[in-house]
Every structure is written in C-alpha cells, then in structure tokens.
C-alpha cells in the first residue's frame, strides 16, 4: 500500500530532446507529489511538486502530469541538456493520521537520466 | 539562510560497533526527517522528529533510533552495527511538514561498515 514504482530505472537522451520518467502508486491516501533531482555527493533537492486537485504543472522546462484515476504521474523535462543528467525520484506523501505523516515520504526507485552533447 | 548540515560526512566504522550522526535543519524548521540511500534499497524514511517528539516512524529495526533537542537539532543513533547499514543517511527539515511544506535535504553522511 505504501509502494511508489518509477520507470525506467535508466534513460539516455540527446540533448534537446524530451525526457519522460513515470511513476504509479497505490496508497489513496497520498495527496503530495513531489519530484527530486540528485546529483552525485549531493542530497536530493525538490525539483516540483504537485497536489491531486491539478493534472499537470509546469515550471520552466519541467512539467508534472497527474492522473488521479490511474494513481499515475510522470515528469517531463523539455528541451533536455547536459546539465539535467542526474538521478531524479519521484515520491509522495500524504495525510493518513490527522495531519502529521507529510513529514514521511515514500520514494520511487529513481531514474538515472543521461543527456548526451 | 544556511541549508541542512550533516555531520560527520564519512564515518568507517566496524561491525558491532555504535555511530551517532547529526543534523542541523534550516534556520526555523521544525521537522527533521531521516532517511537511508542505498543501491539496492534506494531512498526509505528512517523517522521523523517534530518539536523533540517522534511522530511517524518507518520499518527499521529497533537499533535505529534517533532524537531532537529543542533548538530542532536531531541525531541519529545506530547501534550494533551491521554490513547491511553501510549506506548514505539523508537528514532532511521542512517548516512543518504540514501539506505542502518542502523538505530540504542535507549532503548526508556516508556510513561504511567493515
């Protein structure tokens, strides 16, 4: 109930083009999705995240697409470059005891993303 | 506004031994959650600590375990050690962790168990 599975585990892209991760989960009670972005020797910073009450948010070349009927959501990175190569991890959280389990997030496996010059 | 540290870094430590890791969260956060990386495992929530209390825990054994002062710094604790816990260990602080509150994640502190 509280898995987050993410696919692929790996993509290359060139750069310019459209890079695309998914995730799915099952726990209903998950209604804050966040996406990470992880470089190496470095800890996870967000990246974007979205609430269920919206299908899709866009910021710059990042845009998260949210299907609550399906538990699905998925990042896409427009225009990709060099620069993204990185591990990105979707997760989610959400308020199954009163208001006081936001601080647990569930994390999918990551995708490690290699734009290509 | 300074981000989270961790500290130590690196830590190499042997089987059966114990190892305390801290964490410093950002200036006005409330909540410290911990988490373990591995390869294998990826990212999995250890605990969380808002206002010196406990308030959502994960499923680890009882060797981890873990505190906040009051000024909002955490430690975590794990003891008898084993090859299995060489990992990286995340700390992270948000406001509240209320919502959409951000979590804001330290380096972390490479741990290797020999």
């Known amino acids: 109930q509280q898995q987050v599975k993410q696919s692929p585990q790996s993509l290359i892209v060139q750069k310019g083009g459209i890079s695309i991760i998914n995730c799915a989960y099952e726990n209903t009670a998950f209604d804050y999705f966040p996406w990470y972005q992880q470089f190496p020797g470095k800890g996870p910073a967000l990246l974007i995240a979205i609430r269920p009450d919206v299908s899709e948010k866009k910021e710059g070349r990042f845009t998260i697409s949210f299907n609550k009927s399906a538990k699905q959501f998925s990042l896409h990175i427009m225009d990709s470059q060099p620069g993204d190569s990185a591990t990105y991890f979707c997760a989610a959280s959400g308020d199954n005891a009163g208001g006081t389990s936001y601080g647990k997030l569930t994390f999918g496996q990551g995708t490690i993303l290699t734009v290509h010059p | 506004k300074a981000g989270v540290t961790q500290t130590p870094r690196y830590l190499i430590k042997t089987r059966g031994q114990q190892v305390t890791l801290s964490c410093s969260p950002i200036?006005?956060?409330?909540?410290v959650s911990w988490y373990q990386q591995t390869p294998g495992q990826g990212l999995q929530f250890l605990f969380e600590?808002?206002?010196?209390?406990?308030?959502n825990k994960g499923n680890f054994p009882g060797r981890f375990s873990g505190r906040q002062f009051s000024n909002s710094r955490s430690e975590m604790n794990v003891s008898t050690l084993e090859l299995g816990d060489s990992a990286l260990y995340l700390c992270?602080?948000?406001?509240?962790?209320?919502?959409?509150?951000?979590?804001?994640f330290g380096p972390g502190t490479r741990l290797t168990v020999l």
């Open positions: 600590y808002f206002s010196e209390t406990q308030r």
């Open positions: 200036s006005g956060h409330r909540s």
């Open positions: 992270a602080s948000s406001l509240e962790a209320a919502g959409t509150d951000t979590q804001y």
